[in-house]
């Protein structure tokens, strides 16, 4: 088994790390602090090339797989989690979604505002009475003429209070079915859609998150993405890529965590050696260094299997699973080892502990990736 990446993957690597360094890590604390979107480094994501890796090149985009967009997530996470959790939105739950499910005139309408960095794309499919039990949804789009009405109120949605663009997930028929789904593309400034006020949050915070409201949307037949009622099939292809990815957005923040704290353990002198000089340090470190390797190791191969057209249902909960658990415990080791100066905003690892907690919870919260696996392993076996 070959677990090198190719020359294409490492030139990614190196200019989205060369991307980072200059043009977020001098301000990521500042836009944590702020609660501020930096969209002048999304529109230079656009302008690099970045925002385009999985579209295909007919529609201006590399056409690349999902592990450069591992990749890209992964380094952005690094340098600011929220950053990285707005892009994804926009590139994976948008773009690729469009590029798989959109006809050609949605392609060449949807694609190039986004790609280019110059729009925000939402995925609204959470609402205040289903979030786990997203099958509980209650948004209704009802065909009146040759038009829909749809009705609904969503919540928790990355970049609702920017976004131009709304992929949101609607029922057209029956109740708590697989079947009846259907998503719709909405827009900013369409009547009877309005967004709430930016949430206040523990972490992430860079990204903005909120409600969108819809009264009496009515939105034309072209405005459906994929095929009526086949909604949510389409929408679980893309959430298995989506979880896969949430372990990218792990591993990134463990791997801040982790080079924080291999530099704090070296500069720190207490008992007149560097801390990194005890066993007890040491072993921290090394706990760190050895479950981020694992985590990284089985997400690339479960973003592998993505891309050899191989499914990752089961696969894709695991490696977001134990990544997102191993994040956590990453940054509370990372804060540990910088002792009181973990604790205060000088240092960046009391942001990585906040911004590590929500891949426990967004994208399908870890009991969920757990009952996910565990009927899977039960399948054919339990009556
Ligand atoms: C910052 C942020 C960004 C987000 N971005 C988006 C977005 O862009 N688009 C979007 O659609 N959604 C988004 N979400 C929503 C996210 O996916 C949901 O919050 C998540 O799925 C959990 O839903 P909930 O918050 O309603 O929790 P609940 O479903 O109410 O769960 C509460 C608790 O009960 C547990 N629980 C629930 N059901 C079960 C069960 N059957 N068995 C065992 N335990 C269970 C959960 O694990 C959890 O611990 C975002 C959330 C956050 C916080």
New binding site residues.
């Given amino acids: 088994m070959d677990f090198s990446f190719s020359e294409e993957h490492l030139l990614i690597q190196e200019s989205i790390r060369k991307f980072c360094r200059k043009e977020l890590d001098p301000i990521a604390a500042e836009i944590d602090r702020e609660e501020r979107f930096p969209m002048e480094v999304y529109r230079k994501l656009g302008q690099e090339g970045f925002l385009g890796i999985m579209v295909p090149e007919e529609y201006g985009g590399s056409g690349s797989d999902l592990m450069s967009m591992y990749i890209v997530k992964e380094e952005l996470c690094r340098a600011a989690g929220g950053m990285g ?1 707005s892009v994804n ?1 926009c590139t994976l ?1 948008f773009l690729h979604f469009i590029s798989r499910f959109g006809t050609e005139e949605q392609k060449r309408t949807y694609i190039p505002p986004v790609l280019r960095g110059e729009a925000l794309a ?5 609402e205040p009475g ?4 997203t099958l509980g949804m209650q948004t209704r789009a009802v065909r009146k003429g040759d038009k829909y009405r749809i009705r609904g109120t ?1 919540t ?4 609702a209070p920017l976004a131009q663009y709304f992929l949101v997930v609607t029922r057209t028929s029956g109740e708590r079915s697989v079947d009846g789904g259907t998503n719709f593309i909405l827009e900013r400034g369409m009547e009877g859609l309005s967004t709430g006020k930016p949430f206040e ?1 523990l972490g ?1 915070r860079c ?1 903005p ?1 909120g409600e969108v409201f819809m009264e009496d949307v009515e939105a034309e037949e072209s405005r459906i993405l994929g095929a009526p009622d086949r909604g949510f099939h389409d929408m679980f292809t893309t959430l298995n890529a989506e979880r896969a990815l949430g372990a990218a957005t792990a591993t990134g923040v463990a791997q801040a965590c982790f080079d924080a704290a291999v530099k704090y353990a070296g500069q720190r002198v207490q008992f007149k050696r560097p801390i990194g000089s005890f066993q007890f340090v040491q072993g921290m470190l090394a706990e760190m260094a050895t479950n981020l390797a694992v985590a990284r190791t089985y997400a690339h191969h479960v973003v592998w299997l993505y891309d050899q057209g191989r499914p990752i249902r089961h696969e894709a909960s695991m490696a977001k699973l134990f990544a997102s658990q191993m994040a956590v415990k990453c940054a509370l080791d990372a804060v540990q080892i910088h002792g009181g100066y973990g604790y205060i905003k000088e240092f960046p690892v009391e942001r990585y502990l906040r911004d590590a907690k ?1 891949g426990e ?8 990736q757990k ?1 996910i696996i565990g009927r899977q392993l039960m399948q054919g076996v339990a009556g």
């Fill in positions: 959790m939105i739950n939402a995925y609204a499919l959470t289903a979030g786990s039990d969503k928790f949605v990355t970049n949050k992430m990204s998150t929500l919870i967004g994208g399908g919260t870890s009991e969920i009952l």
